[in-house]
């Protein structure tokens, strides 16, 4: 049966220092999505890689773990083994969807409501539109979660507070800066994550920041929008300048770390605040041996919100209420949609049956006549069909739905 599959890598199943093997980049993402397209037999699929989880969607009619897994460890170079212990799947799609809900609402994340799992899920929706793995269910899907999620952040305050990895990481810094007189702060990375670490920064009156990033592009474009002067540095530069700054926060997916031991001298004069929100990580831990350096990656960050829980927690009823509303919703239409594929496959027989119906008649050389029974045919096949749908639209038991639907497969299919 054609269903919703999962495969899934979080922070509530693993520790940081394997979810790093399988985290991916954008262009990985997209060469996921390419290969399960043409490698694997799955109608379609959406992969949702942040810094705390690495999820695979599929909607196929048999298990695709094993083909899914080593597509992915041929991309990250990583053994199958490894990935098939370190992945759950989940086949139940209820459990499936109920989990997707979740997801989508913050429930499942590290930090409880984070705001920015939804932005997440667009990102990944769009590159799996553009790489056309998203079909009619999962475009459905989507649209349900978003209209959920709009439902969550106007009619609860579970969003409010502590609600994403770079408010918590401007949040976790703030303590630092009232030890430090005029702290130099740097943000390495300025794709969301490090413009979103700015806009905190800013907002909180840090108005002397450096960026570090591959291109100066995106960083005059955020100083003219929004009329600021933040400092661009290029990543060459970094090596030589990175020492300097007394508050790093560090945002960029990278293959291996930017910041080393190496890149600090021995001793230290000042203490330095070192934030890691990336995934994999950007900074390697073993910085944390040099005396002076405090570094805080995601895993800290996790258990330091822990003064909005009580707030949040007083919201999730009402949440999963929504979500639980809106769920119910997409499996309405799913299987209306699963009702009406079968009216689609009855009326194509019927088209069929009425071809060499008249084929045959023709070779039986009967007479022409000034009727025209392709018409007559075609307006008998709408009848049948318009019944057909008016009787399953009638039945309020699903199981005297599916017993329609079986007595309809079994009888032109």
């Known amino acids: 049966m054609i269903q919703f599959r999962l495969l899934s890598l979080t922070h509530k199943t693993t520790e940081i220092g394997k979810r790093e093997h399988f985290a991916l ?16 037999p799955t109608e379609e699929s959406l992969v949702l890689s942040t810094c705390n989880r690495t999820e695979i969607l599929y909607v196929a009619e048999n298990d695709q773990k094993q083909q ?28 499936v969807l109920n989990y997707f809900f979740r997801v989508s609402s913050g429930l499942e994340s590290q930090i409880l409501g984070d705001a920015q799992i939804i932005s997440q899920i667009k990102t990944a929706y769009q590159f799996a539109q553009k790489q056309k793995t ?5 475009h459905r899907l989507m649209h349900v979660v978003f209209s959920a999620n709009k439902k969550i952040a106007s009619q609860t305050g579970f969003r409010s507070g502590i609600s994403s990895a770079p408010y918590a ?8 800066q009232k030890m430090l007189k005029d702290p130099k702060i740097a943000i390495i990375g300025f794709g969301d994550m490090g413009q979103n670490v700015t806009r905190h920064l800013l907002s909180r009156g840090n108005q002397q920041l450096t960026v570090f990033n591959r291109t100066e592009n995106k960083i005059s474009l955020f100083n003219r929008k929004n009329k600021t002067q933040i400092t661009y ?6 090596d030589s300048l990175i020492e300097s700054y007394d508050i790093i926060i560090s945002t960029p997916s990278v293959q291996n770390p930017l910041i080393s031991a190496g890149h600090f001298s021995s001793p230290i ?8 929100i990336s995934m994999p990580r950007s900074i390697s831990p073993i910085v944390t041996d040099l005396p002076g350096i405090t570094l805080f990656d995601m895993d800290d960050i996790g258990q330091v919100t822990q003064q909005t829980i009580e707030q949040k927690l007083a919201c999730i009823s009402d949440v999963e209420s929504i979500l639980l509303q809106h769920m119910d919703e997409f499996f309405h239409w799913k299987q209306d949609n699963k009702n009406l594929e079968v009216i689609r496959s009855m009326k194509t027989a019927l088209h069929s049956i009425k071809m060499e119906e008249i084929d045959r008649f023709q070779k039986q050389g009967q007479p022409n006549v000034d009727v025209d029974y392709d018409k007559i045919m ?16 009638s039945l309020q038991n699903e199981e005297e739905r599916q017993l329609y639907n079986s007595m309809i497969t079994q009888t032109f299919l």
Do not use: P, W
């Open 269 to 276: 004069h000042t203490f330095k605040v070192l934030v890691d």
């Open 25 to 40: 980049n954008t262009e990985e993402v997209l060469e996921v999505l390419h290969l399960i397209k043409s490698l694997s």
């Open 169 to 176: 990481a401007v949040d976790m810094i703030s303590e630092y």
């Open 68 to 95: 899914i897994l080593e597509l992915i460890c041929k991309i990250k170079h990583q053994e199958l083994e490894l990935a098939i212990n370190s992945f759950r799947h989940l086949t139940d799609e209820q459990e």
């Open 134 to 138: 998203a079909g009619t269910y999962i």
């Open 233 to 238: 540095r290029s990543l060459e530069q970094l």
């Open 378 to 393: 075609d307006a008998m096949i709408q009848k049948i069909i318009k019944k057909a749908v008016v009787n399953i639209k």
